[in-house]
């Protein structure tokens, strides 16, 4: 069965510093992963997502993610935090290729604080 | 281009009660998935409705149901409500038919789209 791992339920960071939020997966095939983000009140928005394309793959506002097969991980980055990057983070794995059922797993989410 | 609707964005009902969530999916999406968020967790898969019937199902009971309808909208309807169904609840749509049968394409990304979400709060 898959399954999401993110360690950390919460995470601060100090304006511009560097935002490291860590995601591991577990699944029986190559999968699709996401990072997906979501504020106060609001549905989730995608960050970025890999498809096994390139293993390094960039989003929007400056957030990246690597996506490590030997370890298993899909670790989300940004060089420098800014104070609108503080919401909630959801890494999410999927099985859909083939099977076009696009059932995602969530992790639990990781809160990311940014101290001014 | 709209994107994944939902209605309403918050309700208040009671133990024991019905409810009736709505999701319109983004345009040129026939696909509607639908998940429970309770407040500090992550989504949880309740089902996937395509072609007018439930495709897949997540580990809920049978007190969770729901429909597709021909314009491919979509509803989830919740009976005999307990406290614990209090939640958001996230209508999902993806372009399932395009992926399928010609797997290129934008399409071909597994991505889901996202609406906004239904606040249910069971008291």
């Known amino acids: 069965a898959q399954s999401v791992t993110q360690l950390g339920s919460h995470v601060s960071v100090s304006e511009g510093a560097l935002v490291l939020l860590r995601c591991n997966y577990s699944s029986s095939v190559p999968p699709y992963l996401f990072w997906y983000v979501q504020y106060p009140n609001q549905g989730l928005q995608l960050l970025l997502k890999?498809?096994?394309?390139?293993?390094l793959v960039e989003g929007i506002s400056g957030f990246e993610a690597e996506f490590k097969k030997s370890e298993t991980s899909f670790h989300l980055t940004k060089p420098s935090a800014h104070m609108s990057d503080a919401a909630e983070y959801f890494c999410a794995v999927s099985d859909s290729r083939g099977s076009g059922t696009y059932k995602y797993i969530f992790g639990t989410g990781t809160r990311l604080k940014v101290l001014a | 281009d709209a994107g994944v609707t939902q209605s309403p964005t918050h309700l208040i009902k009671t133990r024991g009660q019905q409810v009736t969530l709505r999701c319109s999916p983004k345009?040129?999406?026939?696909?509607v998935s639908w998940y429970q968020q309770a407040l500090g967790q992550g989504p949880q898969f309740i089902f996937q409705y395509y072609e007018e019937e439930e495709r897949q199902r997540g580990n809920f009971p049978d007190r969770f149901s729901g429909h597709q309808f021909p314009n491919y909208s979509s509803e989830l309807n919740v009976n005999a409500l307990l406290l614990g169904d209090s939640a958001l609840y996230l209508c999902?749509?993806?372009?399932?038919?395009?992926?399928?049968?010609?797997?290129?394409?934008?399409?071909?990304?597994?991505?889901?789209?996202f609406g906004e979400g239904s606040r249910l709060t069971v008291l």
């Open positions: 345009s040129g999406h026939d696909t």
């Open positions: 999902a749509s993806s372009p399932l038919r395009a992926e399928f049968y010609t797997g290129v394409g934008s399409a071909d990304t597994g991505e889901l789209f």
């Open positions: 890999y498809t096994s394309a390139a293993t």
